[in-house]
């Protein structure tokens, strides 16, 4: 039927002059928008091809402008339209009718989509879309309603009056030259000139740390906490009192160990330009503006903690602004650059300020794609670049030596899924070291994102936990209580004590009572016994214990023995001014000058050789052996009380830094503890508390002890430390013990127990037995742990000299060719231990090929090393192993040049072990408790003369 509404055109026409007024601005503005969007998505779809970031400062001053017009448009646009459609909705052309309500409806989208994006908040009226989802749909309406409007109007004016053609078509050559001009103000923006240092790259030496054009970058660009809080409050919270906030000269430990790096720098050379060795990392603020080109820091004696930029530490940009890593050197080994700034940033203005946010609120991408780059920000290699270190020439005026390095141990361990030496494996590993230490937690922070049950959203904690329980409080930065509570939260579950068996005669071959529980056979009053003490690194521990600042961190095993109330026995004790015990059972490095000198004050300059190192391993063990004596007097049960205690600086760096008489009142955190009763039930310690962190002279108390493991773990355990001391001991009758201790891990069912066994005969140069007992581990437990009965079994082949099967093992490993280890996500390709051996594998089996006509095999094999070593060397450059099968190589080829290059890195990266002796045998002389400790298979007294505590009277035992 039709419609019985007349179709009349209202007195004059549809678009009366003041109409025609109201569209010219209309098209004008529509013009405008439309020349500047083809800018930005020109832009854009050019990231989208290149994968580079192409958006700069000019980008942004267009983008401002596109929500300027956007705005602009946005009322005659709607009132246009409106006036337009009331005048015209009964018109007779029902095809322009109907194209026009098109074209309005698609302009209405527009600018509705566009206000959503932009997220408005006018007098805390806010409008905008949060979620990621309901953003990218809004978005591609926004870009798709435009197009729709362009059409629609074009049928709209063919199905009325004739177009002007020509006056289109010279407006957009008009416009496309617009936009050719836009880009080049946009390329000559992106290489405008910023100042340089004076010295060029060798300002930045000896750190490895460079900007992306050489040139420094502004304070401004640096420091923007202030501005950074506004959107991310809840990161900014957390990271206020993290260690990154006094990671600088607001840090006393920190500025007195640089200000004597400064020191000595200025007595060798005149200048301190080898404390920058620091900047890198913990500097980044005055070091990439140039701040140390000033005269006032060349001054060894100037106070930079009371500089301006002495407190700025690591800045949130100075972290986001990083865009590559060059290698897994560390030392700061990245590229940072100035990241482009949305307009009107720190302005004072609140309506340029109120401005600006509106613009990063309407363009989060490019801060997103600017501040955070996920290929650099959430890998490894990332946090790599600070916490790996090593020692350069120009530093200690010697040669290279290696420093701390997370890196490399989380990557060669069990628990990253890349290390295949490993003894325990992970169902999953950590691929990152932010899982760990950035877990999520609930927030409203603009970069939270969906991550958590029903969408929650979800931030990475900015905090950074560690093991740091002094930085916080030292440094004076908020709330350090939360911090340290923090820290005692997340170190619960790190390790695990077992006071596993007790000899008799107190000999370490004595009668053995393994696998004690709270209740153990009585002890005979005046006999000796010896206990053996166990500590485990647990999985969520991904690097040695405790890395980082091992020469300064405090950590020991505290045990006590008493009968009833009285204490017949004690290591670990703490006497004046809270020192703890030197002849204490301490986890850490012992680190020497090259005079002998213990490292006891956080002097880089003068690191030179450990005397010993008592890290354990991530998923490995650790055995120290107690020694005491039964009282005769003694009648009834027997308590052992052990734990493993923590402070983050020992009492002598910290009377270094706060005077002689200082008293160590840094807290305390016990992360593990185990109890046995000879003789008797279990009790509780005396003195127990509330679980946590304490502060001497309080005495520290234990969490709650976990569910014991079972037998078979405990043997595992047991067999793994019994082995370390071994391998320390070079043997000297250690190996049977570990071999007993993995055989009754076999024994219960275990393939562990038969790989342990397998390690200990290869390790103790019983090459047919480790054979066999890997053959036994596949034969009984097929399936289990493929990957590393194939690996040790390619180690066998190659001492058998069979390199033909030891190459297609390490073939094999390096492939991760095992589907359980696939499934469970492990890649061994990223462990250059097995890239080494594998190319080793290869030189040797060259050798062998001796006949004319072998040639060309023999070149074939010694290019696969070579190829081999290139790519162990992009994941270590500093192992000299590989360093030198390569140099090997290359001299059986005749690359003489290469070879030459490859046997100077093997010379830097090489102990020198010549000069290590001479510091070790001095500083074993100087410090006797230093030296017992460096004993590989030490036995320490449980009732020394002259320790802290009671005096044990007869029972006491003079010192070892």
Known sequence: MADPRPRLIPPGGVVTPRMRALLLVTLVLFALLTINSIYLGGVTLTEWFTKEQRQNSFYLWMFLGHLVLGLAITLPAIAFGAWHWKRSHHHPNRRAVRMGNVTFIAAIVTLVTGVLLTRVDVAGVVAELRQPGARTVAYWMHMAAPLVVVWGFVLHRLAGRRIRWRTGFAVVAASLLMVVGFDGWHRFDASRPRPSPKDGAAYYEPSLARTANGAFIPESALSQNDYCISCHPDAYRSWAHSAHAASSFNNPMYAFSVRETRRRSFEREGNVNDARFCAGCHDPVPFFTGAFEDDRFDDPHYDVSKDPMGAASITCTACHSIVAVNSTRGNADYVIEESPQYPFTGSESPFLAWTNRQLVKAKP????????????????????????????????????????????????SNRSGHGVQGWYWPNEPARNCNGCHMPEVASVDMGAKPRGPDGELRLRDHLFVGANTATAALSGLPDPEGARAATEAFNRGVLRLDIFALRTDGRADGALTPLLGDAAPALVAGQRYLLEVIVRTLGSLGHEYTQGTVDSNETWLDVTVRAGDRVIARSGAMGEGNTV?????????????????????????????????????????????????????????????????????????????????????????????????????????????????????????????????????????????????????????????????????????????????????????????????????????????PWSVAYWSAVIDMQNGQYDRAMDGFRAVSATAFTEAHA????????????????????????????????????????EAITLTDRALLLDSQRFQTWYIRMQALEAIGDATRAADARAAYERYRPDDNARDRAVNAARARDAAANHAAEPAAVYDLQRIGAPGPVFGTAARSAP
């Open 581 to 785: 015990d030197p002849w204490s059972k301490f986890f850490n490095v012992y680190m020497l000058d090259r005079e002998g000198q213990r490292i006891d004050r956080r002097n880089p300059q003068d690191i030179f050789v450990p005397l010993y190192n008592q890290q354990i391993p991530p998923g490995a063990a650790d055995l120290t052996r107690y020694a005491f004596t039964v009282p005769t007097d003694v009648k009834g049960p027997i308590t052992v009380d052990a734990a493993v205690r923590y402070r983050k600086f020992d009492t002598t760096y910290m009377r270094y830094v706060y005077g002689a008489e200082y008293v160590n009142v840094l807290p305390v955190m016990t992360l593990a503890t185990d109890q046995v009763v000879f003789g008797g039930a279990a009790v509780s310690a005396a003195g127990s508390a509330a679980n946590g962190v304490l502060a001497p002279p309080a005495a520290p108390v234990a969490p709650a002890a976990p569910t014991a493991p079972p037998a078979w773990e405990r043997w595992l355990d047991a067999g793994i430390a019994h082995f370390r001391v071994a391998d320390r001991a070079a043997g000297k009758g250690q190996w049977a013990q570990a071999d007993q201790a993995f055989a009754e891990a076999a024994a219960a069912g275990r393939v562990e127990g038969w790989i342990g066994r397998a390690r200990v005969a290869l390790r103790d140069g019983r090459i047919d037995e480790a054979a066999t007992y890997l053959r036994t581990a596949a034969e009984k437990h097929p399936g289990q742990l």
């Open 824 to 863: 469970r996500g492990f890649d061994f390709s990223r462990d250059d231990r097995v890239l080494t051996d594998w190319a080793s594998a290869c030189l040797e089996r060259a050798r062998q090929l001796r006949e004319p006509t072998d040639t060309e095999k023999r070149t074939a094999l010694f290019t």
């Open 365 to 412: 991408a490019f801060h997103k794609q600017t501040f955070l780059k996920p290929e650099v920000h959430r890998s490894a290699e990332f946090c790599s670049t600070c916490h790996k270190v090593f020692l350069p020439e120009a530093l200690n005026d010697y040669k290279w030596l290696p420093g701390q390095n997370h890196y490399d141990s989380w990557r060669l």
